[in-house]
């Protein structure tokens, strides 16, 4: 398995503002995946990461809004750039299993929960 | 388009009582399938996993899921609910990428 830090674990932001979230694993990885979650609704991928390349995003997401870097094989940020409410969302990263890509395992954050005033 | 399909937004059941958290998933090919869970400001954890190694997976906390492929389900059971079972559950599988349910919200009443 895979140790797993986010923060901020939680932030109350003012529109047209920006907030970056961490997400260190405790172990090498490949790629790291970021997703959101609305409230009361299911998890949708925005991008995944790996390092040394740019992210890859997800049809309806775009870098201008989410960027992301990933500067080695343990750590990565996802920005939330100039806010509105409706970005107000838990914001979780994951990575896959490091010890075997091939069980297409992910193991999760705790999650950014962000609300936007 | 490849998805997975939870019925029931919301489970209610008793201490005790038998659990069963449904799941359909469409793919032309039996894809990898996943029960996560979510406890109230946490973020996933994983229950089980499905690779088709065996068809009933146990998993984590006593709860169990039976791959069936005629039905295209996944369903999730627990014999008997603990107070500490009340979570958001997701189905997920993957293929390309992981793909999540919408998710059933698991209330267990002493």
């Known amino acids: 398995s895979a140790v797993i830090s986010q923060k901020p674990s939680r932030d109350i932001c003012q529109r047209g503002t920006s907030l970056t979230i961490q997400c260190q694993v405790d172990s090498q990885v490949t790629m790291m995946f970021w997703y959101r979650q609305q409230p009361g609704q299911s998890l949708t991928l925005i991008a995944t990461?790996?390092?040394?390349?740019?992210?890859?995003?997800e049809s309806g997401f775009v870098i201008d809004k989410f960027p992301i870097s990933r500067p080695n094989l343990t750590f990565s940020t996802l920005t939330v750039s100039n806010m509105s409410p409706e970005d107000s969302s838990i914001y979780l990263c994951?990575?896959?299993?490091?010890?075997?890509?091939?069980?297409?395992?992910?193991?999760f954050g705790a999650g950014t929960r962000l609300s936007v005033l | 388009a490849q998805s997975v399909t939870q019925l029931g937004s919301h489970v209610s059941v008793s201490e005790g009582a038998l659990v069963l958290l449904r799941c359909n998933y469409s793919?032309?090919?039996?894809?990898?399938l996943f029960w996560y869970v979510q406890y109230p400001n946490q973020g996933l954890q994983l229950l089980l996993k499905y690779t088709s190694a065996a068809t009933l997976v146990k998993g984590i906390n006593g709860f169990e899921a039976e791959f069936k492929k005629s039905e295209t389900s996944f369903h999730l059971t627990k014999p008997s609910a603990h107070m500490s079972d009340a979570a958001e559950y997701f189905c997920?599988?993957?293929?390309?990428?992981?793909?999540f349910g919408t998710g059933t919200r698991l209330q267990v009443f002493p």
């Open positions: 793919s032309s090919v039996p894809p990898y």
């Open positions: 990461a790996n390092q040394g390349s740019e992210a890859t995003y």
């Open positions: 997920a599988h993957v293929t390309d990428k992981l793909i």
């Open positions: 994951s990575v896959e299993d490091p010890t075997d890509r091939a069980k297409n395992i992910q193991y």
